[in-house]
């Protein structure tokens, strides 16, 4: 025989005829043992195998449920939430167009989009005062709480801004992200200067012109969110402001309580704000007016 | 000791017992790998079944497949619910319209009279809604009916999110957990929770509050089960929702309803953002009749 030996000879033995094929039948007695051993312990593997597969939206597991950290560096999903230690904000350094009236003004604005519970936009969404809701899909990640405000859309699946020329501006803006490394960086722009909340954290406003760069990292297994600001709006900022937030990560088992609700028609929340309560309007003698 | 001969016949005799074994081991092995491979099959099968349809992941706008025009006429093709005794009771506190928006407060106005349609003078509107911007954000009975805005789901890990273009969103828990323990709540909050049949995302609901609002002059209780199923077209561009309601105390039969949406083109597509101000007059305003030639 030519090549291997071994296998040959075995392969060969096994074909024989006679005594000796009956001697090695008689030696390979033990192997018949292994063989079914060994048949089971691929009948249990794939039996695991099946039950786990079929488990991927089976039984639930209420220990991992519990959990409130993650091994892939990119799960951004989940419940995120801001505690007392969780902000590292500097103070802004504004241009000097921005005056005392123009930062009074704008606060006044602020004031009025709370008293018409507006939807508040950016960068209210992300300081919420309850946790935010982070969802990571295949085309967008959006971000959002249960609070007056519009979802955020950050779009993954494209490189460019809509144009200018076609975006109605937003409280939110156009946002796009894309992965660097293991940090999701997200550009925005196309803001409204008027509807919302404009205040942003450290001083300053968001208008027209204002450019956001957000970097997404998780820290500490995936317990932790760091997320860095960056704002710049040249008729705003001298230069670009920029401040961390540390979100910690809710169990994967957190609900949010529903929503509270926003009244602009309660005359004593009205009151409370230090408005006066608007009169409402009688609707007019046509079909369908209410 | 044993002989030559006896040792051949015992080998023999032992060769035969074992050749048997041998048989019986691989009928047994083969059987065991069949079996094995059929529930490797099956678990590729349900793994293809139980994958989230990335297809339904973008943004929708609801369609009228009636040709009716107008919003109203959305919903006339529903056949209306039947109602238990209970069940009409709740309809008729809350009415037999299409639905409400669910404010959080009742109209404090006088309402319309709806009986003579005045014409306006040129450049003189009308107020159409006294109290608008109330209840949101969110449209649609929280996005469960949609109306004519238009919305987004994002297909994620654990949930399916269902974000409105008027604020708001909806959670869909795609991870297996149970519905929680509703029964006590003094506040019941609606909770739904999805899972993926051959593509198709089946929620179920619960905890919705009790009232009408859903087309065919139906209407949920604190028993009332909601079912949907979200099915997209083959080529991705269409999705129908199917909307079951079932309480054995409210309905008679179970009540089913349809509603269709084409995909939002061209792409890129992206959000809108409804803006709703309660302060701007013009919210809730006609527009203003023009000039007459």
Same mark, same amino acid.
């Given at each position: 025989?030519?090549?291997?030996?071994?296998?040959?000879?075995?392969?060969?033995?096994?074909?024989?005829?006679?005594?000796?094929?009956?001697?090695?039948?008689?030696?390979?007695?033990?192997?018949?043992?292994?063989?079914?051993?060994?048949?089971?312990?691929?009948?249990?593997?794939?039996?695991?195998?099946?039950?786990?597969?079929?488990?991927?939206?089976?039984?639930?597991?209420?220990?991992?449920?519990?959990?409130?950290?993650?091994?892939?560096?990119?799960?951004?999903?989940?419940?995120?939430?801001?505690?007392?230690?969780?902000?590292?904000?500097? /103070?802004?350094?504004?241009?000097?167009?921005?005056?005392?009236?123009?930062?009074?003004?704008?606060?006044?604005?602020?004031?009025?989009?709370?008293?018409?519970?507006?939807?508040?936009?950016?960068?209210?969404?992300?300081?919420?005062?309850?946790?935010?809701?982070?969802?990571?899909?295949?085309?967008?990640?959006?971000?959002?709480?249960?609070?007056?405000?519009?979802?955020?859309?950050?779009?993954?699946?494209?490189?460019?801004?809509?144009?200018?020329?076609?975006?109605?501006?937003?409280?939110?803006?156009?946002?796009?992200?894309?992965?660097?490394?293991?940090?999701?960086?997200?550009?925005?722009?196309?803001?409204?200067?008027?509807?919302?909340?404009?205040?942003?954290?450290?001083?300053?406003?968001?208008?027209?012109?204002?450019?956001?760069?957000?970097?997404?990292?998780?820290?500490?297994?995936?317990?932790?969110?760091?997320?860095?600001?960056?704002?710049?709006?040249?008729?705003?900022?001298?230069?670009?402001?920029?401040?961390?937030?540390?979100?910690?990560?809710?169990? #994967?088992?957190?609900? /949010?309580?529903?929503?509270?609700?926003?009244?602009?028609?309660?005359?004593?929340?009205?009151?409370?704000?230090?408005?006066?309560?608007?009169?409402?309007?009688? /609707?007019?003698?046509? /079909? *369908?007016?209410? | 000791?044993?002989?030559?001969?006896?040792?051949?016949?015992?080998? *023999?005799?032992?060769?035969?017992?074992?050749?048997?074994?041998?048989?019986?081991?691989?009928?047994?092995?083969?059987?065991?790998?069949?079996?094995?491979?059929?529930?490797?099959?099956?678990?590729?099968?349900?793994?293809?079944?139980?994958?989230?349809?990335?297809?339904?992941?973008?943004?929708?706008?609801?369609?009228?497949?009636?040709?009716?025009?107008?919003?109203?006429?959305?919903?006339?093709?529903?056949?209306? #619910?039947?109602?238990?005794?209970?069940?009409?009771?709740?309809?008729?506190?809350?009415?037999?319209?299409?639905? *409400?928006?669910?404010?959080?407060?009742?109209?404090?106005?006088?309402?319309?009279?709806?009986?003579?349609?005045?014409?306006?003078?040129? *450049?003189?509107?009308?107020?159409?809604?006294?109290?608008?911007?109330?209840?949101?954000?969110?449209?649609?009975?929280?996005?469960?009916?949609?109306?004519?805005?238009?919305?987004?789901?994002?297909?994620?890990?654990?949930?399916?999110?269902?974000?409105?273009?008027?604020?708001?969103?909806?959670?869909?828990?795609?991870?297996?957990?149970?519905?929680?323990?509703?029964?006590?709540?003094?506040?019941?909050?609606?909770?739904?929770?999805?899972?993926?049949?051959?593509?198709?995302?089946?929620?179920?609901?619960?905890?919705?509050?009790?009232?009408?609002?859903?087309?065919?002059?139906?209407?949920?209780?604190?028993?009332?089960?909601?079912?949907?199923?979200?099915?997209?077209?083959?080529?991705?561009?269409?999705?129908?929702?199917?909307?079951?309601?079932?309480?054995?105390?409210?309905?008679?039969?179970?009540?089913?309803?349809?509603?269709?949406?084409?995909?939002? #083109?061209?792409?890129?597509?992206?959000?809108?953002?409804?803006?709703?101000?309660?302060?701007?007059?013009?919210?809730?305003?006609?527009?203003?009749?023009?000039?007459?030639?």
């Amino acid at each position: 025989m030519v090549g291997s030996p071994g296998l040959a000879s075995r392969l060969y033995s096994s074909t024989e005829k006679g005594p000796d094929r009956e001697l090695i039948a008689a030696r390979n007695g033990g192997s018949v043992k292994n063989f079914i051993v060994g048949c089971l312990a691929i009948f249990l593997a794939a039996t695991v195998l099946t039950l786990r597969v079929g488990s991927a939206q089976g039984p639930y597991d209420s220990q991992a449920a519990m959990s409130n950290n993650s091994s892939d560096p990119r799960d951004l999903s989940g419940f995120w939430a801001l505690s007392i230690d969780s902000r590292q904000i500097p /103070p802004a350094v504004l241009v000097p167009t921005v005056t005392k009236t123009a930062i009074e003004k704008r606060e006044k604005a602020d004031q009025k989009a709370i008293r018409w519970c507006n939807l508040l936009g950016m960068p209210y969404i992300m300081d919420p005062g309850r946790p935010i809701d982070i969802q990571l899909g295949k085309r967008e990640m959006v971000v959002f709480a249960e609070v007056p405000a519009s979802p955020r859309h950050i779009y993954l699946d494209r490189s460019a801004h809509i144009d200018p020329q076609i975006f109605d501006p937003t409280t939110n803006g156009d946002s796009i992200g894309h992965w660097e490394g293991n940090t999701l960086v997200v550009d925005t722009i196309g803001f409204h200067p008027d509807r919302g909340i404009t205040a942003i954290p450290g001083g300053g406003f968001r208008t027209a012109t204002t450019h956001l760069v957000e970097q997404y990292q998780l820290l500490e297994n995936g317990a932790l969110l760091s997320v860095k600001f960056t704002w710049s709006d040249p008729k705003v900022y001298k230069t670009p402001h920029s401040y961390e937030f540390h979100y910690y990560r809710m169990p #994967a088992n957190y609900e /949010p309580p529903p929503g509270l609700p926003c009244n602009q028609y309660d005359d004593l929340r009205t009151q409370f704000l230090g408005f006066t309560p608007a009169a409402v309007r009688k /609707p007019s003698d046509v /079909p *369908g007016a209410r | 000791m044993i002989s030559g001969n006896s040792f051949k016949q015992t080998v *023999g005799t032992s060769s035969i017992i074992r050749n048997k074994a041998m048989s019986v081991a691989c009928v047994c092995a083969l059987s065991l790998l069949g079996l094995s491979a059929a529930l490797l099959t099956r678990a590729a099968q349900q793994d293809q079944t139980s994958t989230p349809n990335i297809l339904l992941e973008g943004d929708w706008v609801r369609t009228d497949t009636n040709g009716s025009g107008d919003f109203g006429g959305l919903n006339a093709n529903v056949a209306k #619910a039947q109602l238990t005794p209970a069940g009409e009771a709740i309809a008729s506190r809350a009415g037999r319209g299409r639905g *409400g928006r669910g404010g959080a407060t009742p109209p404090a106005a006088a309402p319309a009279s709806g009986a003579k349609e005045t014409p306006h003078a040129a *450049g003189q509107a009308y107020v159409l809604v006294s109290m608008p911007c109330n209840g949101m954000p969110g449209n649609g009975m929280g996005s469960f009916n949609p109306d004519s805005g238009g919305f987004h789901l994002i297909v994620g890990k654990t949930q399916v999110v269902w974000a409105q273009e008027r604020g708001g969103s909806r959670i869909i828990y795609i991870d297996g957990r149970p519905h929680p323990d509703i029964t006590n709540s003094a506040h019941p909050v609606y909770n739904s929770t999805g899972h993926f049949e051959d593509g198709v995302l089946v929620v179920d609901t619960v905890g919705l509050p009790t009232g009408g609002g859903i087309p065919g002059g139906a209407v949920r209780g604190p028993n009332t089960h909601l079912t949907e199923r979200f099915e997209v077209s083959p080529d991705g561009q269409h999705m129908k929702i199917v909307y079951t309601y079932s309480d054995p105390s409210l309905y008679v039969a179970p009540h089913t309803y349809t509603y269709t949406f084409d995909r939002a #083109a061209p792409a890129p597509t992206y959000a809108f953002e409804e803006w709703c101000d309660a302060s701007d007059p013009i919210e809730g305003q006609s527009i203003v009749p023009p000039a007459q030639q």
